[in-house]
C-alpha cells in the first residue's frame, strides 16, 4: 500500500485538561449528592407534615360537626321550631300542622300542644303557623325558626300562581332578615301516581327560582309522607344566619305578671322557655322585642315540660328528688339606665385656645378664608370684616364657642331666631299626628310631601333666597368649601347637645372582637350564674311598665314574644349608619327624620334618621332630603349600639292606617358619631349684562350686605364655568363676578352652601312604649 496515508491519532475531545482534573470532578459530584440527600430528606418530612395537620384539621371538622348534631337533637337541645307559611290563599296551614303533631306525638286524641316530644324520631319540635296577613307577626316567627316550610298548593296548576301578593311580599323580607334551613311542602296533589309526579314537576319548576339552591320539594299529602319527611329532618344539619348565633336568645311559651308592690305603674314580667344560642346569664341585660331593654331580677331553670324520655327523666326526678335551681341577681348590679358613658365627645380643641382667632371660627376656617381672600380688591378692612361676618355666621347659635360673652343680647335673641328658623323651614319637621287632623288636611298634607320629593328629584339642593329675611341671617350656620372632597371638617366642632349622651368608640373593629371573645370564654367557664343552653327557664324581668306588660301578654297570643341576651356596650346610644334601600311595593316618599320603626335582628326601636350618600374618596358625605328607590343610602341614627352583622327592617306607618308597612330594607354598616354628614344647599342667580370674563348677576341675594357676607365663597354655573364675587352692584342684591372663560346668557349662575346634619333624637325610643 504504497500510496496509503499514515494513521494519526487525534486527542480526544472532552473539556477536562487531564484525567486528574476528571477524576475531581467526579469527587465534586458525589460530594454534592451526598449533601443533597438530606435536604430531599427534609422535604420529604414537610410533606409527611402537612399531611398529618390536614388529616387532623379534617378529624376535627368531622368531630365538631358530630358534636353539633348530637347536640341539635339530643335531649339536652331546645326543640327545633318549625315555621309553616303559606304561599297562597288556597293552602290550608291548620290541618299539615295537626297532622305534623299527630305524628309527632304519642297522645292519639284531645287537644294538641304546639310544642310536642317524639320518643320514635328521637326529637322535639314546635310547630308555629304563620298567620296570613299580618306580617309583623309573620316577622318574628321568622326571627326564631330553625325551619320556614313553604306550604304550596298544587289546585294553582292552571293559573300557575303559586305564590301570591302577600307570600311574594314576606319571602323577601326572610331573605333581607337571612333564611335558616328552608323545605317546601306541596299539598293537593292528585292521587295517580303519574299525574302525581307531573304535578310535582310543574310546581317545583315553577317555585326553583324563589328558594336557595339547596331548598329540596317535598309533598305532604298522606302520612307516609310526613313520616319520610321527618325521619330525613331528624338527620339534617340545620343553618341559621350568623346575627342569630351570636347572642342567647328566648322565644316565650308562657308569659306571666306580677304586679310590684312598692311602684303600681310598674310589674315584673315573666317569660318561660328554652334558652337558645348561647347561655344566658343573670347579669346580662335583657331586650324584649318591642318593648325595650331591662335588667333580669332572677333565672329560675325549670323541669323540661316535654321531655325526650319521659320514663328515664320521671325516675330520675323520683330517686333524686330535684328541685328548681334558682340564679339570683347580685345586689351590686346597676341597670340599664344607671350606667355611665365611657368617653363623652368634647367640642373644643385646644388649639383654639392657643390661637387668636375671629367669633366662633376654628383654625382650619381661618386657613381657608385666607386662601379665598381676593386680592385685588381695594377694600381691604371691608374684606376682613366680611371673613368675619362668613365665619360667624356659620357658627352663630353655639353659646359653647369663645367669644360669645362679647355678643350683645340682639345677636344672642337673633341666634335663637335663626336656630328656630332654620329647623322649620328645611323641611325638618315631622308630619303632624293622624289622629289630630282631619281627612282633607292629611290628603293636603301627603300632596305637599310628594310635590317636594319630585321637586328635589328634578332640581336637587336648590332653595330660594327668602324676601323677608336676610340671606346672612337665613343662611347662618352654612358656609362654603373649597373642594367637598379634600376641604378639611372638624367633626368635634359645634356638636349638638344630644352628642352629651352618645357613645364613641377609640376602635370599633377592635372592641367588637374584644366583646365577642369575652362573651365566648365566659359561655365556656360555665359560670354558676348562666342557664345553660337547652333549659327551660323562667325569666323575671324587673320595672317592666304595666301598659307595656299588658300589651306583650296580648301580643303572645298571636305572635311569640322574644327576648335576646345584650353584648356589653349594647344598652348604650350612639351613632349608628345603615346601608339601606327603599323597597319597590312601597311608593310613598320618605323624608329625612321622619319617624321609622327598625328592626335590627331582634330588637325594635324607634328612630329618625337622616340619608346621606356613601363616598369612598372622601370623609364627608351628602345628605339627601329623601330616600330615593333604585339605590342605596346611608340612614344615619340615634340607637342603641349593636355589633354587626345585623339586618334591617324598616316599618313606616302610614297615616290613618294603625298597621305599619316595610318601607325600606338594608344591613348594619357602623357605629361612628364622627361620620361627616353635609346638608348642601345651591343659591341660584341669572346673569343680566355679560361682557366677556365678567358678567352682572342677580336674584341670588337681595342686599348688598348679603353679597358682602358671602362674597368668599367661589361661584360656578350650569354649563361649568367657576369664577368668583368681586363687589355688589346698586342697592338690589345684584353683584358682578369674574368667571375663568366667557359666559352664556341663558347659563345659571350657582353657589355652594354646606352645613353639619344630625339626626333627630326620638321622642319614645322603643313601639310599645307609645302608649
Not at 426 to 447: H, W
Not at 592 to 611: D, N
Request: net charge neutral; glycine share 4%; hydrophobic share 35%.
Amino acid at each position: 500500500m504504497g500510496g496509503s496515508r499514515a494513521q494519526v491519532n487525534k486527542p480526544h475531545k472532552t473539556r477536562f485538561a487531564s484525567k486528574s482534573s476528571r477524576n475531581i470532578h467526579k469527587t465534586l459530584q458525589t460530594d454534592k449528592n451526598r449533601i443533597a440527600k438530606p435536604g430531599r430528606n427534609v422535604a420529604q418530612g414537610a410533606r409527611a407534615a402537612r399531611h398529618q395537620r390536614s388529616k387532623m384539621l379534617r378529624e376535627q371538622k368531622k368531630a365538631a360537626v358530630l358534636k353539633e348534631k348530637r347536640a341539635s337533637s339530643g335531649s339536652a337541645s331546645p326543640p327545633r321550631v318549625i315555621l309553616l307559611f303559606p304561599l297562597s290563599a288556597s293552602v290550608d296551614l291548620s290541618s299539615l300542622a295537626e297532622d305534623i303533631l299527630r305524628l309527632l306525638s304519642t297522645e292519639v286524641s284531645g287537644a294538641l300542644s304546639s310544642t310536642v316530644a317524639s320518643s320514635e324520631y328521637k326529637l322535639r319540635a314546635t310547630v308555629l303557623q304563620a298567620p296570613r296577613g299580618d306580617l309583623l307577626s309573620c316577622m318574628e316567627m321568622a326571627k326564631v325558626a330553625d325551619l320556614i316550610a313553604f306550604v304550596a298548593s298544587a289546585t294553582e296548576e292552571i293559573t300557575c300562581d303559586y305564590i301570591d301578593s302577600f307570600g311574594s311580599h314576606c319571602l323577601s323580607v326572610f331573605r333581607s332578615l337571612g333564611l335558616p334551613s328552608t323545605v317546601v311542602f306541596i299539598r293537593d296533589l292528585p292521587t295517580e301516581l303519574k299525574r302525581r309526579n307531573d304535578a310535582k314537576k310543574i310546581v317545583t319548576s315553577n317555585l326553583t327560582s324563589e328558594f336557595p339552591e339547596d331548598c329540596k320539594f317535598y309533598p305532604a299529602d298522606t302520612k307516609d309522607d310526613l313520616h319520610k319527611f321527618m325521619w330525613l329532618f331528624k338527620e339534617q344539619r340545620l343553618t341559621a344566619p350568623l346575627w342569630r348565633n351570636q347572642r342567647p336568645y328566648l322565644m316565650a311559651q308562657k308569659v306571666d305578671t306580677v304586679p310590684d308592690d312598692f311602684s303600681p305603674e310598674k310589674c315584673t314580667l315573666l317569660l318561660s322557655g328554652y334558652t337558645r344560642a348561647h347561655s344566658l346569664s343573670v347579669n346580662q341585660l335583657v331586650h324584649v322585642s318591642g318593648a325595650g331593654d331591662f335588667q333580669l331580677s332572677k333565672i329560675e331553670i325549670m323541669k323540661d315540660p316535654f321531655p325526650l324520655n319521659a320514663r328515664k327523666d320521671r325516675n330520675a326526678m323520683d330517686f333524686d328528688d330535684i328541685q328548681d335551681a334558682e340564679i339570683h341577681l347580685p345586689e351590686n348590679r346597676h341597670g340599664p339606665q344607671r350606667q355611665k358613658w365611657l368617653r363623652l365627645i368634647e367640642t373644643k380643641s385646644k388649639e383654639d385656645e392657643k390661637r387668636s382667632l375671629p367669633r366662633g371660627t376654628s383654625e382650619y376656617q381661618a386657613a381657608w378664608i385666607i386662601d379665598e381672600t381676593d386680592e385685588e380688591d381695594s377694600g381691604a378692612e371691608d374684606d376682613g370684616d366680611d371673613d368675619d361676618m362668613v365665619l360667624d355666621g356659620g357658627e352663630s347659635g353655639f353659646p359653647s364657642q369663645e367669644g360669645t360673652n362679647n355678643l350683645d343680647f340682639e345677636e344672642d335673641q337673633a341666634s335663637l331666631y335663626l336656630r328656630d328658623s332654620d329647623e322649620e323651614t328645611e323641611n325638618d319637621s315631622v308630619m303632624m299626628e293622624g289622629e289630630n287632623l282631619t281627612r282633607e288636611q292629611i290628603e293636603d298634607e301627603i300632596k305637599k310631601i310628594k310635590e317636594a320629593h319630585a321637586e328635589d328629584e328634578d332640581f336637587p339642593d336648590e332653595v330660594d333666597t327668602p324676601l323677608d329675611v336676610p340671606a346672612r341671617k337665613r343662611f347662618a350656620k352654612y358656609r362654603g368649601l373649597k373642594s367637598f372632597r379634600t376641604s378639611s371638617w372638624d367633626p368635634k366642632e359645634s356638636l349638638p347637645p344630644e352628642y352629651a349622651r352618645v357613645f364613641a368608640f377609640d376602635n370599633f373593629a377592635r372592641t367588637q372582637k374584644h366583646v365577642i371573645a369575652k362573651a365566648l370564654k365566659m359561655e365556656q367557664e360555665g359560670r354558676d350564674d348562666c342557664a345553660p343552653v337547652g333549659s327551660y327557664a323562667r325569666l323575671y324581668i324587673k320595672d317592666v311598665p304595666l301598659h307595656v306588660a299588658s300589651k306583650l301578654c296580648a301580643a303572645s297570643r298571636t305572635a311569640p314574644v322574644i327576648l335576646c341576651g345584650l353584648l356589653q356596650h349594647e344598652s348604650k346610644m350612639s351613632v349608628l349608619h345603615f346601608s339601606i334601600k327603599k323597597v319597590d311595593s312601597y311608593d310613598a316618599p320618605i323624608k329625612a327624620k321622619e319617624e321609622l320603626i327598625f328592626h335590627v335582628g331582634f330588637r325594635q326601636f324607634v328612630a329618625r334618621p337622616i340619608f346621606s350618600t356613601d363616598n369612598i374618596n372622601s370623609d364627608k358625605h351628602k345628605m339627601e332630603r329623601f330616600l330615593h328607590a333604585g339605590r342605596f343610602s346611608i340612614a344615619s341614627v340615634y340607637a342603641p349600639i349593636s355589633f354587626p352583622p345585623l339586618p334591617l327592617i324598616a316599618l313606616k306607618s302610614a297615616a290613618g292606617v294603625g298597621t305599619p308597612v316595610v318601607a325600606a330594607v338594608g344591613s348594619l354598616r357602623s357605629v361612628d358619631p364622627d361620620r361627616i354628614i353635609l346638608k348642601k344647599i345651591i343659591l341660584t342667580g341669572y346673569p343680566q349684562r355679560v361682557s366677556k370674563l365678567k358678567a352682572t348677576v342677580r336674584y341670588m341675594f337681595h342686599n348688598p350686605e348679603d353679597v358682602r357676607w358671602f362674597k368668599p365663597v367661589e361661584v360656578w354655573t350650569k354649563c361649568g364655568r367657576r369664577g368668583r364675587v368681586k363687589e355688589p352692584v346698586g342697592t338690589h342684591g345684584a353683584m358682578k363676578c369674574v368667571f375663568n372663560g366667557g359666559l352664556q346668557q341663558h347659563d345659571t349662575v350657582c353657589m355652594s352652601l354646606y352645613k353639619r346634619a344630625y339626626p333627630k333624637w326620638p321622642e319614645h325610643r322603643f313601639p310599645a312604649l307609645n302608649a
